[in-house]
């Protein structure tokens, strides 16, 4: 129900935009109901977080200190899609980067994995200086 893509090798100082398309339609909840975070996931280490939207109404957008100014989570609710814009990439962005949504997230669980229910398969990123 939601399909990460994007990822790709690009050198240091360079930008990618991720794209994570979803397909959220239950209970009439809408794609525009549900909070939508990217964490990542790199070699030998556990999955983070990076950045979430926050559940549309009430919530604003979070980072991880380590993306803060160089990252951007955006949504366009027409083509039930949340984006990831990163730039000034560093050789330790290099993971797989996970799409997750929530239709129910609290503000306790926004940068936590079991704050979301719905999950991508992962698209690779890969910055090499």
């Known amino acids: 129900q939601l399909q990460a893509s994007g990822g790709g090798l690009v050198q240091t100082g360079g930008s990618l935009r991720l794209s994570c398309a979803a397909s959220?339609?239950?209970?009439?909840?809408?794609?525009?109901?549900?909070?939508v975070a990217w964490f990542r996931q790199a070699p030998g280490k556990e999955r983070e977080f990076v950045a979430t939207?926050?559940?549309?109404?009430?919530?604003?957008?979070r980072y991880a200190d380590s993306v803060k100014g160089r990252f951007t989570i955006s949504r366009d609710n027409a083509k039930d899609t949340a984006y990831l814009q990163m730039d000034s990439l560093k050789l330790e962005d290099t993971a797989v980067y996970y799409c997750?949504?929530?239709?129910?997230?609290?503000?306790?669980?926004?940068?936590?994995?079991?704050?979301?229910?719905?999950w991508g398969q992962g698209t690779l990123v890969t910055v090499s200086s």
């Open positions: 997750a949504a929530s239709s129910s997230i609290i503000l306790s669980n926004l940068g936590l994995e079991r704050g979301y229910g719905y």
């Open positions: 959220l339609r239950t209970s009439g909840r809408t794609f525009r109901n549900y909070a």
């Open positions: 939207t926050g559940r549309p109404s009430g919530h604003t957008a």
